[in-house]
Nanobody
């Protein structure tokens, strides 16, 4: 069994930055990817980005276009990070990390394990 625990969420003002962390414990992933998703109020969960074991990243088109979010990982610490810069009120939502045994994955159905989520609230 794998446990994922997100941290770093909270209330910030528009324009601020925030770093979310996701620590993994339990069975190791081997060379699996880790991803970030978010669920905005009243909306479906959506893909934010993912990072492979080797550090290759893919982002949702909207995220890629704005260039405000960055995913990184520290394999020695079994931790993945999501850096959120120049936050906007529309970034508000619950952010989830997920882990998969796949090399890379961009869809929620491809992920095997999920964290409980961390709330990010951006005030205007």
């Amino acid at each position: 069994q794998v446990q994922l625990v997100e941290s770093g969420g909270g209330l910030v003002q528009a324009g601020d930055s925030m770093r979310l962390s996701c620590a993994a414990s339990g069975r190791t992933f081997g060379s699996g990817a880790m991803g970030w998703f978010r669920r905005a109020p009243g909306k479906e969960r959506e893909f934010v980005g993912t990072i492979s074991w080797s550090g290759v990243t893919y982002y949702a088109d909207s995220v890629q276009a704005e260039g405000r979010f960055t995913i990184s990982r520290d394999n020695a610490k079994n931790t993945v990070y999501l850096q959120l810069n120049r936050l906007k009120p529309e970034d508000t939502g619950v952010y989830y990390c997920a882990a998969t045994l796949r090399t890379i994955a961009t869809m929620a159905i491809q992920y095997d394990y999920w964290g409980q989520g961390t709330q990010v609230t951006v005030s205007s």
